[in-house]
């Protein structure tokens, strides 16, 4: 007798998986694996035109722009975000690829982030107020992906032009 196939409904997403600090440090690194971190760091690209026309999926994991794996910057713990996939089996490995594509739907988002509609939605919004509230944040993105900065004269406001 055949089993019937599963409905979208009785598919379950795997979420994204946490590995804390804690669990990290008892892992035991293999000595099988020999490299210079140094040599690894001058191999990795710095820049956007460095990486556009690499590999993909990109093999640099590590990468803040990857969406393989987040590290969280207070607790140092991993998330991966695809716990179910290895890193070359994931379809866009890079933010800056999907930003280079154009304008996406939160849905498309999601698919890709492996998060809901509403969870991106809700990342968007604070996204948008960090931009606001931090330059840093926009001024590091632009210099590495090699965009220049316009900024017209007449802002409102105190935008360049002084009052007489």
Known sequence: MLMPEKTKKQVRKRISKTIS????????????????????????PQKRSECI?????????????NLYLD???????IILNFPDKEPWEIEDSCVLDIADRGPVTLEEIGKIMNLTRERIRQLETGGIKQLHDDSDISLEYYDYAEVEILVPDDLPGDGG????
Not at 21 to 44: C, G, H, I, N
Not at 161 to 164: G, L, R, V
């Open 21 to 44: 600090m804690r669990r990290l440090k008892k892992l035991v690194v293999s000595d099988a694996v020999d490299y210079d971190p140094q040599e690894l760091a001058q191999l990795r």
């Open 53 to 65: 026309n690499g590999p993909r999926p990109c093999p640099w994991v590590g990468c803040k722009y």
């Open 71 to 77: 590290v969280n910057p207070r607790t140092g713990s």
């Open 161 to 164: 032009q002084e009052e007489e």
